[in-house]
């Protein structure tokens, strides 16, 4: 796989696994109540770009792991060959480097959609798993969060039009 179709998969996957990342908190932190969705990411060793523009909340069950992120509604992008589809809500499990049994988002590869059910954080490269198999994308892919309905390539223009017609 060439650098750019790489460059195309790993955008929306990132943008699935960031999602997830920023419905939940850390275990070891007292304070919570006020980080984003994205802090929450950093926090357990993820960059920002797992998760979209917008997420709208989390909860997060500090001493099982147990996650849940909120959008307003479903969110979808195209980067290349893959599309990313987001549900309302994304469900797993996060740890310190790993995202584990998630729900909610999903990969669409030559035709073909697939769920996101795992995500690790190995060094400088984030893992995602549809559970028959998995890719690996180097961590500077997910340093920005993309938008719903653009991805990362979004114009003012674009954007401008999704948010008067969402």
Known sequence: MDSATLLRFLIPLAATFFLILIHSNPAYSDDH??????????????????????VKGYQLNQTTGKFSAY?????SFSEGLYKLK???????????????SLEGVSV??????????????????????????????PIEYFVESPQCG???NCSRRQARKLMENP
Do not use: Q
């Open 108 to 137: 669409k590869f030559f035709h073909l959609w697939m769920n996101i059910v795992e995500i690790l954080r190995r060094g400088n490269d984030i893992d995602f798993s549809v559970g028959v198999g998995k890719a690996a994308f």
């Open 33 to 54: 109540e006020h980080l984003t969705p994205y802090d929450v990411l950093r926090d357990f060793d993820f960059p920002i770009g797992l998760l979209p523009k917008g």
């Open 150 to 152: 653009c991805g990362l």
């Open 71 to 75: 959008l307003n509604d479903t969110c």
């Open 86 to 100: 987001y549900e309302s809500t994304v469900k797993g499990y996060i740890s310190k480097g790993k995202l584990s």
